[in-house]
């Protein structure tokens, strides 16, 4: 049965990035990948046209759609938007929340040819490989109450950091399934020492661990978490965490990989359905200028192919074509170092596609 892919180029650098991972999108179509591409409008893109940034259009297709495959949205010009429903952010976590997309998982993989380009000694970062695996539908993004009000003559901003048992097993299971998978070791993040959200978080994950003899789960806080990943990173095999602490930690987990550029991302709900993003940003600093490194978004495609379309001898033929791009010693701006060739990002994009035709 053909399948549905939505592309949402997004803002800033977003379409520059997913114009480059759609040629691999469409070269695996050329292979027999049975899928119908479309785009829409998603971020500070769709707020200038339609007003707000997720369009009921792009829902209907992003619930209609398999996998979707995201840019990036936001930047400066929609960061004055008073309203805060209407920034583009909002958009991207309304997909989220709208088709359950809880389970967000993030590799952090350092490619061999760039232990030497990560902030990090080579031999702490080389072979590493990660896999974050972060909720995406609710902890202190989502809880409520929230809001910014006047309290006793002065402003006073807050949220709710907020986890149900249920939502903690569910992401439990997805975390301590892909270790059993993997190097069969789990660390659960959280802050049980201060939130009782988190004294929670930690009960739950215990309770399960029965059901998982074969994993061996350790907790760490946060803030040790944060320091053990550039102290010792290779320690981890898979991280389960709650939303926010997902999201800081897999940032840092992306400068062990050489680049922010090079960490892509799967998030899925229950059936499968997926969408599909680099974990950066638009970066509005590099926008409109050919030189954002597409790799992120291009593994992504991988993620994807893997994840939601049951076709993992392409997702490897992409991680491949990659690897041998690097191997050429061919390297975008935030991943170049001494004796290897900078590229732009079309130029990145064509290698890639050329090493994958040839495979
Ligand atoms: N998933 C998303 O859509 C997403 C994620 C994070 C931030 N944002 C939004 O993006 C905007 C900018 O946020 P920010 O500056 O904090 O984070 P960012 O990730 O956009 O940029 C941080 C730094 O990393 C660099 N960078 C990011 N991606 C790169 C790439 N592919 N190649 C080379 N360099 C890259 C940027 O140039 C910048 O210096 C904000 O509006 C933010 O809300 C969106
Ligand atoms: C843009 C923002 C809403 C988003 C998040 O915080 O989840 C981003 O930082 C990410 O990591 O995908
Ligand atoms: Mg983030």
Same mark, same amino acid.
């Given at each position: ?37 479309e ?5 500070g ?16 297709k ?19 938007i008073e ?7 909002k958009?991207?976590?309304g997909?989220?929340?709208?088709l359950g ?71 439990g299971r ?21 939130l009782?959200?988190t ?14 003899p ?8 946060v ?13 981890f ?15 840092? /987990?992306? *400068? =062990?990989?050489g #680049?922010i ?5 799967a +998030?899925?709900? $229950?059936?499968?359905? @997926? ?6 940003g638009?970066?509005p ?5 050919n ?5 992120a978004?291009?593994l992504s495609? /991988?993620? *994807? =192919?893997?994840? #939601? ?6 997702? +490897?033929?992409? $991680?491949?074509?990659? @690897? ?17 060739r ?8 064509? /290698? ?8």
């Open positions: 049965m053909t399948q549905k892919i939505l592309v949402l180029p997004g803002d800033g650098i977003g379409p520059e990035i997913t114009a480059q991972a759609s040629r691999i999108l469409s070269a695996c179509q050329a292979r027999g990948l049975d899928v119908e591409i785009e829409g409008l998603l971020g893109a769709a707020y200038d046209v339609h007003g707000e940034p997720l369009p009921a259009e792009t829902l209907e992003a619930q209609a759609a398999r996998g979707i495959l995201l840019g990036a949205v936001g930047g400066p010009k929609w960061d004055k309203d805060l429903a209407k920034r583009p952010e958009g991207l976590l997909v989220r929340k709208q997309l809880f389970g967000n998982l993030r590799p952090a993989i350092t490619y061999p040819q760039l232990a030497q380009a990560s902030s990090l000694k080579p031999e702490l970062v080389a072979g590493l490989d990660i896999m974050i695996v972060r909720e995406l539908t609710g902890g202190i993004y989502f809880g409520q109450p929230r809001g910014i009000e006047e309290r006793d003559g002065e402003r006073v901003g807050f949220n709710t950091y907020v986890y149900s048992e249920s939502e903690i097993e569910r992401i997805v975390a301590f399934e892909m270790a059993q998978k993997r190097g069969k070791k789990l660390c659960s993040v959280d802050k049980a020492n201060v009782e959200v004294i929670l978080w930690r009960e739950v994950m215990e309770r399960l661990a029965p059901e998982y074969d994993v061996e789960l350790s907790h760490m806080y803030d040790n978490a944060a320091m053990q990943l550039v102290r010792a990173p290779k320690q095999d898979v991280v389960v965490t709650g939303n926010m602490f997902g999201d800081i930690l897999s940032d840092a /987990a992306a *400068m =062990l990989t #680049s550029g090079m960490l892509p991302s +998030s899925l709900n $229950e059936s499968g359905q @997926g969408m599909y993003e680099p974990c950066h638009s970066a600093d590099i926008a409109g200028q030189v954002a490194n597409p790799l978004t291009i495609v /991988a993620m *994807m =192919l893997r994840y #939601s379309l049951n076709e993992p001898a392409l997702a +490897s033929r992409i $991680e491949k074509a990659v @690897g041998r791009v690097l191997d050429e010693g061919l390297r975008t701006a935030d991943i170049a170092s001494e004796g290897t900078t590229v732009s990002t079309t130029e990145m994009g064509d /290698a890639v596609l050329a090493a994958f035709e040839r495979q």
